[in-house]
């Protein structure tokens, strides 16, 4: 596979005062076209709203721990905001958002985002373009705003639409100048949070139980239809992965056909990534900012820095299954003496020594001492 996989970091889409967004497109990372996934980010400043709008792709919006200016291991943030959500034919429901929060936003979903506070409030978006205008990016629609759907239409259109005289319509769809992104006045408040409407559309993966738990190795919490059924009308799962320092991610691989789009949210670590024939074809630093997709039936794994390493990812399956080649639920453990002897062409000694190793680590392997 001749595709550059090397982890890439998003480009400026728009932005002012009130905030960025961000993307990352099929041309600086191809296998964003290849697996039909897309990647953005959304930054907002004290006061920042992201106006209404709705996109061409089904996602997960996964709430960040850091500022807008990305660096090797984060500054904390307590990434504090609120969200409006309008799932197709239902209410809006306004949700408080809370670093670790992963929110499924099936299509027609309709969105805005607001930051009352201090601290930036970043957003990642990680989703499926299978159906999108472009293959690998996602296209959104604005509702208001410079760019929103109804500058398109006639003042007639408009004003039948809205039941207003043609002059009045006209003013509403002009009235707001820009584009995607405004900043608040300092007495503007918007709609509270109701707890209530968490439930069911966000779970929160930094307090979600652990699918796995290693000491000194790491911990993944997996977001899947069991714990935030929307997601399987999103058409894939995610997880939450956090690698304790100078830990190891055993060597795997996605055994059902899925994509892994990973996003490293916090700290520094090595990657490394084997495809046909055994041919190495990833050896890289990876860096919180920084995104990369693995492709199917490849092999990863990756080493913390001594400071740790954090990512999220989504799969492209509701449900994703791995197959890990290392620690005590790795394949090897599975297969008989025999066929482990003839496969490697040792001694029953060597496979004897090899089968005694890494029979209590799972998933994760804390550093040697």
């Not at 106006?51 to 090797?72: H, R, T, W």
């Not at 956090?242 to 991610?249: E, F």
Request: overall charge neutral.
């Amino acid at each position: 596979m001749d595709v550059d996989i090397s982890p890439k970091e998003p480009k400026k889409v728009f932005g002012g005062d009130g905030g960025e967004y961000y993307a990352w497109s099929a041309a600086d990372l191809p296998m964003l076209a290849v697996s039909d996934k897309g990647a953005a980010k959304l930054a907002l400043r004290k006061q920042g709203l992201a106006l209404p709008s709705f996109s061409d792709s089904a996602k997960i919006a996964y709430v960040l721990d850091e500022q807008l200016n990305n660096y090797c291991f984060m500054r904390a943030s307590p990434g504090n905001g609120t969200a409006g959500i309008v799932l197709p034919e239902s209410s809006e429901k306004v949700v408080a958002l809370r670093k670790g929060d992963a929110i499924a936003l099936p299509f027609g979903t309709v969105t805005w985002w607001f930051n009352p506070g201090d601290a930036d409030l970043v957003v990642l978006f990680l989703g499926d373009t299978s159906k999108a205008h472009k293959r690998g990016e996602f296209t959104n629609f604005q509702l208001t705003g410079s760019t929103g759907v109804f500058t398109g239409f006639t003042p007639e259109f408009a004003g039948r639409a809205f039941d207003l005289p043609e002059a009045d319509a006209t003013k509403l769809v002009g009235s707001q100048p820009a584009a995607g992104i405004v900043k608040l006045g300092d007495g503007v408040k918007l709609p509270e949070p109701v707890e209530k409407h968490r439930e069911g559309l966000v779970l929160n993966c930094e307090e979600a139980p652990l699918d796995v738990d290693v000491k000194n190795g790491g911990r993944v919490a997996v977001v899947s239809t069991q714990n935030l059924p929307l997601v399987g009308e999103c058409g894939f799962g995610g997880d939450l992965v956090k690698l304790d320092g100078g830990a190891m991610c055993s060597p795997g691989f996605s055994c059902d056909s899925a994509f892994q789009v990973t996003y490293v949210t916090k700290g520094c670590g090595r990657a490394q990534v084997v495809g046909v024939d055994g041919k190495r074809v990833l050896e890289t630093k990876v860096k919180a900012g920084s995104l990369f997709i693995v492709p199917r039936f490849f092999v990863v794994s990756k080493i913390a820095d001594p400071q740790g390493m954090q990512w999220f990812s989504i799969v492209t399956t509701p449900n994703p299954v791995f197959t890990h080649l290392a620690g005590k639920t790795s394949i090897w453990k599975a297969l008989s003496p025999q066929v482990l002897e003839a496969s490697f062409n040792v001694s029953p000694v060597s496979e004897k020594l090899f089968r005694s190793k890494r029979t209590s680590d799972a998933i994760f392997f804390p550093p040697p001492n």
